[in-house]
């Protein structure tokens, strides 16, 4: 994948150290938190233009949730689930301010599930970090809502009765304009992608599939075993043909609107019957978040969608820039003892 960086300005220039706090890093050894912070201050480093003072990271609660204190830009460290409205307050009060979020899939979409969806409708331009560990590490291994059915948990000891909220298929449920995915263990392929999200304009989702050592080990060993992720995970690229596998011989083929895996080396199948991607395909994306429910099919990682469309803050400044043309600057004593009210007898 390329990865042009938008250049702003000349100034300044950061290493991944000037993004690193004082504070000292606690999560438990071996977590994939640590990969995401390293990433993450990466990614930043080689973003020009971008100045420390101007860039926030909000989180809720959880472990992710820990993220601000270790990133040396300004931070807010808020409450359970609210880590998107909270956000989405400061991008709105201060547009030029870079805002990021940085929450778990429990924080994320279950206490911040309704927060969540309306900032993608709304496509406030905000960067949000999903840590998705499929369980609730902070408060010691309880379902979460990406816990897949069956799932023994602390919360539930003879299996998980619930089915698993698919995150990507819900961003795009909602209208989401950059949906993308990734993994802790995929460090170079986060980075450019964290890269694109800071260059999208509008609401930027990306879900990171995260290990939890400790109370769901080995969530995502089925994808990143070095012996057989070459067939079990596809990456997404716009307008390449969707092929994976060890020796690049398997593809992608919609058999109408059903994706099935061909080998383009065998029978009648070429690469010419590959499935082109085009990341501005709405229907295409929801395909392919699908993939997840069918152990037949491999994992997506990458930009499932980008598009560009109007932003919450920059119609909101507009309608008050309209408003005060109109109708003057406005003075509060004057509405106050406005024609606008009602008797009650």
């Not at 206490?111 to 709304?122: D, E, M, T, Y």
């Amino acid at each position: 994948m390329q990865t042009p960086i938008e250049e702003k300005t000349t100034q300044p220039k950061y290493t991944p150290k000037d993004f690193a706090s004082s504070n000292e890093v606690r999560w438990c050894p071996g977590c994939g938190d640590y990969s995401i912070l390293a990433q993450v201050q990466r990614s930043f480093a080689q973003i020009l233009g971008i100045e420390k003072e101007k860039i926030v990271f909000i989180s809720g609660i959880g472990c992710s949730s820990r993220f601000p204190y270790y990133m040396n830009t300004y931070g807010f460290h808020t409450i359970h689930g609210r880590a998107t409205a909270i956000a989405s307050g400061v991008k709105v009060a201060n547009p030029d301010l870079s805002v990021w979020v940085a929450t778990g899939d429990g924080d994320l979409l279950s206490i911040g599930g309704n927060h969540f969806i309306h900032l993608l409708r709304r496509n406030i331009d905000v960067n949000v970090l999903l840590f998705n560990n499929r369980i609730y590490g902070l408060t010691k291994g309880q379902a979460s809502p990406t816990s897949v059915h069956g799932q023994i948990t602390k919360s539930s000891p003879y299996g998980n009765v619930e089915y698993p909220v698919n995150p990507v298929s819900l961003a795009l449920g909602m209208d989401g304009t950059f949906i993308a995915r990734t993994m802790d263990k995929e460090q170079k392929h986060m980075q450019e992608i964290i890269i694109e999200c800071y260059k999208h304009t509008g609401t930027s989702f990306l879900e990171i599939l995260q290990n939890c050592v400790i109370f769901n080990d080995g969530a995502y060993d089925y994808y990143t075993d070095k012996e057989n992720k070459e067939d079990r995970v596809i990456y997404i690229e716009n307008k390449k043909p969707l092929i994976f596998g060890k020796k690049k011989d398997k593809g992608i083929k919609l058999d109408g609107w059903k994706p099935i895996v061909i080998d383009i080396t065998k029978g009648d199948n070429s690469i010419n019957d590959v499935l082109v991607y085009d990341e501005t395909s709405k229907e295409l994306a929801f395909i392919l978040s699908s993939f997840t429910d069918n152990p037949e099919l491999p994992l997506p990682l990458g930009i499932f969608l980008r598009r560009q469309r109007s932003r919450y803050e920059v119609e909101l400044e507009n309608q008050i820039a309209y408003a005060k043309q109109k109708e003057g600057e406005p003075n509060v004593d004057e509405l106050l003892k406005g024609n606008s009210f009602w008797e009650i007898d």
